[in-house]
C-alpha cells in the first residue's frame, strides 16, 4: 500500500480501483480484486453475492425507470383519487383539486403536507435525477459533491410521497356512512403510487460512484 501511495502525486488522489479494492453492493465489504482477475467474476466472500465496480447498466436503468415514472405521473394527477359520495352525489378529486379544498377550508397545513409529499417531492425527484444522468452522460466535472448530496437527499425523501396515499387510505377505512356518505380510493392512487415506487427503484440503481470517475481532483 505505500508503494501505490508513493507513485501518486500529491495533488491527485487514490480511488479505489486504483488501490484494487472493490465494494460489495449488499453488505459493503471491502474486498481486494486478486491479481489477473476480472472483477465482474468476483464473488463477496461474506455474503456471497457477485461483486461488480460500478452496478451495472445503471444510466439505461435508472433513464428507462424515470421515462416510465413521467408517463404514469400523467394519469396519477389527471384521474380522481379519492371518490367522496354525500347523499347520492359523488364527486372525484384530483391530487390538485384536494390540496386546494384543503387550503380554502382552512386547513392549510394538511393541504402543504399534501403539496409537498404528492407533488412538490416527486417532480423535484424526477428532475434531480435527470440532472445527475445528463451530467455523467456528458462527463460533467462540476461540483461532484454536491451532486453526490443532491442523490443522497434524493435517494432519502423519495418514499416520503407516499404520504398522500396513507391518508387516503385511512380515510376510506373510517369515513363509511352508507347512504349518508362515503369516500373511495380513485384510480390515480394505483398509478402514484406505482410512481413513487418506480422512482425509488430509479435511485436505488443509479450509481453515485458514476459522478467521480471522470473527476481527477478531489477539490475542483
Known amino acids: ?8 502525486k500529491p495533488t491527485e488522489f487514490l480511488t479505489a480501483r486504483q488501490a484494487g479494492m472493490i465494494s460489495c453492493q449488499d ?14 467474476n468476483m464473488i463477496c466472500p461474506r455474503c456471497g453475492s457477485r461483486i461488480h465496480q460500478r452496478k451495472p447498466n445503471s444510466i439505461a436503468r435508472t433513464w428507462a425507470l424515470i421515462i416510465t415514472a413521467l408517463i404514469l405521473y400523467i ?21 390538485i383539486s384536494g390540496v386546494i379544498y384543503f387550503i380554502e377550508s382552512g386547513s392549510w397545513a394538511i393541504g402543504l403536507i399534501i403539496f409537498i409529499a404528492s407533488i412538490f417531492v416527486p417532480v423535484l425527484k ?4 435527470i440532472y445527475l444522468l445528463i451530467s ?19 435517494e432519502a425523501v423519495g418514499r416520503w410521497s407516499m404520504v398522500d396515499i396513507f391518508v387516503i387510505t385511512i380515510m376510506a377505512a373510517l ?3 352508507e347512504f349518508l356518505g362515503n369516500f373511495e380510493v380513485g384510480p390515480a392512487a394505483v398509478y402514484f403510487g406505482a410512481v413513487v415506487v418506480i422512482t425509488i427503484f430509479a435511485a436505488m440503481s443509479f450509481d453515485p460512484r458514476l459522478i467521480w470517475d471522470n473527476i481527477k481532483d478531489p477539490h475542483e
Do not use: E, W
Not at 1 to 8: H, L, P, Y
Not at 75 to 95: E, F, H, K, R, Y
Open 126 to 129: 424526477i428532475i434531480a435525477l
Open 1 to 8: 500500500m505505500g508503494k501505490i501511495m508513493s507513485t501518486v
Open 75 to 95: 394519469p396519477a394527477n389527471v384521474l380522481p383519487i379519492s371518490i367522496s359520495t354525500t347523499m347520492g352525489d359523488a364527486q372525484g378529486d384530483t391530487i
Open 175 to 177: 369515513i363509511k356512512l
Open 27 to 40: 453488505c459493503h465489504l471491502v474486498c481486494r480484486i486478486p491479481p489477473f482477475n476480472n472483477s465482474s
Open 136 to 154: 455523467v452522460q456528458k462527463k460533467s466535472q462540476k461540483r461532484p459533491l454536491d451532486r453526490t448530496r443532491l442523490y443522497r437527499i434524493v
